[in-house]
């Protein structure tokens, strides 16, 4: 399915193998509905155990699922040109000062979400506008002028105005729906504003996992929740991070408004994400008790997976992609990135249950039937193109399992989070 609009994507072929031992290849191709069954009753050979899944559509990026024993599977699609969509938020009550924008849905560029869904923008905006995902349901809330670490000299607080449109924001692009809604954001006093109180304010430390190499070169902190059936997370508080102390002040009225949209009332959930100096990103998630009085919580980034090969030339098929081992949950996945350097990037992700690696995988012969050469080999040979490697990461909650979890929302329910840069560039030649 589109992983944008959730709707069904005809006319891709699948490509399934065992995952071990004799692959026992087939292929199909979806329907109108986006869907394929394969009949284990009509192959060859009796498939049981882990499945290796790909699915190669021209207007989107492959996908492969490796090492899944499900029966079921239901996989989102990457348009390899996505439609770019904007918002200009109306912000009212404040005449200059710095906007702290806060919502799932704000991008990077038109594929790639925010990963800390905030961003800092000044006052007054005229005719700026941000980058948002369209077609989802989003929450977009603000605060004024963040403080620095320790808070207002005064008070101590992180913020004396804020503001909330948790309204349906963004039209779909390929819909017959209307104009863009821009969010409206109001700003009015915070619930402690004024107030000297460390009242609702999360004291942390923050300790780098391995890989991340120092000094850290982006870094922000904030207090989120999980409202079910939204794409990422709902930013309810924001404070501000000094080396290796951190802090953040949970919005009342944000959270009380979380919690009526289905969030749990009495846990929060704190944030720090952070990029080091070569530019990998690293995020932790730790679930607190949402009181007032909260104790100090030590923030451990997780360890980055680095791309350790291929490199150079690399004859198909012996082609295997290797990475640092950093995962140990059973829920917890992997999704190695192949880029090629084509102008318009074709992109090869797989989506890799950290139960089923050490930190390699060999790519699926993606051959229609056992006697059938593949048609897709991938990476695609070409002498003049080249390849790189970079490293995904999800840890989920313990009790996730690979089977039971949906792929789409692997943003909002991680745990920790990482990206590393793309690694050495490597070429794949036929043999």
């Known amino acids: 399915f589109n992983a944008r609009g959730l709707r069904p994507v005809g006319g891709a072929t699948v490509y399934i193998e065992d995952s071990g031992g004799t692959p026992n290849e087939d292929s199909a191709s979806t329907g109108s509905g986006g869907s394929v069954v394969f009949n284990d009753s009509l192959l060859p050979g009796a498939r049981a155990g882990a499945q290796t899944v790909t699915i190669v559509h021209p207007s989107y990026h492959t996908v492969t699922v490796a090492g899944i024993d499900s029966s079921v599977l239901s996989v989102p699609l990457r348009e390899r040109v996505p439609p770019a969509r904007t918002v200009a938020p109306a912000v009212g009550g404040v005449a200059g000062g710095t906007g702290r924008f806060v919502s799932p849905l704000l991008t990077l560029d038109s594929a790639t979400l925010d990963p800390d869904s905030m961003r800092d923008i000044a006052l007054p905006l005229g005719f700026s506008s941000v980058g948002v995902l369209p077609d989802r349901p989003g929450w977009f809330a603000a605060f004024h002028d963040v403080e620095a670490y320790g808070g ?175 995962l140990a949950g059973n829920g917890d996945w992997y999704r190695p990135i192949l880029v090629d350097n084509d102008l318009v990037e074709n992109e090869r992700g797989v989506w890799l249950p950290a139960a089923s690696t050490a930190g390699s995988f060999h790519p699926p012969s993606l051959q229609p039937n056992p006697s059938t050469p593949s048609a897709h080999p991938p990476p695609p040979p070409d002498p003049g193109n080249m390849w790189t490697l970079q490293v995904e990461t999800f840890e989920l909650p313990p009790a996730f399992t690979p089977s039971g979890i949906f792929f789409r929302q692997l943003r909002r329910d991680n745990l920790g989070w990482t990206l590393s840069v793309p690694g050495t560039a490597f070429s794949v030649l036929l043999p």
Do not use: C
């Open 152 to 326: 207002d000299p005064v008070t101590g607080r992180y913020f004396d105005l804020f503001a909330i449109d948790p309204r349906v924001l963004v039209d779909a692009t390929d819909g017959s729906g209307g104009p863009t809604v821009a969010p409206l954001l109001q700003m009015v006093p915070s619930s402690f504003a004024g107030v000297s109180s460390s009242d609702w304010i999360f004291p942390l430390t923050l300790t780098t996992g391995a890989n991340f190499n120092t000094p850290t070169v982006e870094k922000s902190v904030s207090n989120l929740s999980v409202i079910p059936g939204m794409t990422g997370v709902a930013v309810t508080g924001t404070g501000a991070i000094s080396f290796t102390n951190a802090a953040t002040e949970l919005e009342q009225a944000l959270h009380t408004l979380a919690v009526g949209e289905g969030a749990d009332l009495a846990t929060t959930r704190v944030q720090i994400w952070a990029q080091d100096s070569d530019g990998d990103e690293a995020l932790r998630r730790v679930e607190v008790l949402a009181v007032a009085a909260p104790g100090l919580t030590p923030v451990v980034l997780p360890d980055i997976s680095l791309p350790l090969g291929p490199t150079g030339a690399q004859t198909w098929p012996n082609v295997a992609l290797s990475f640092s081992h950093s």
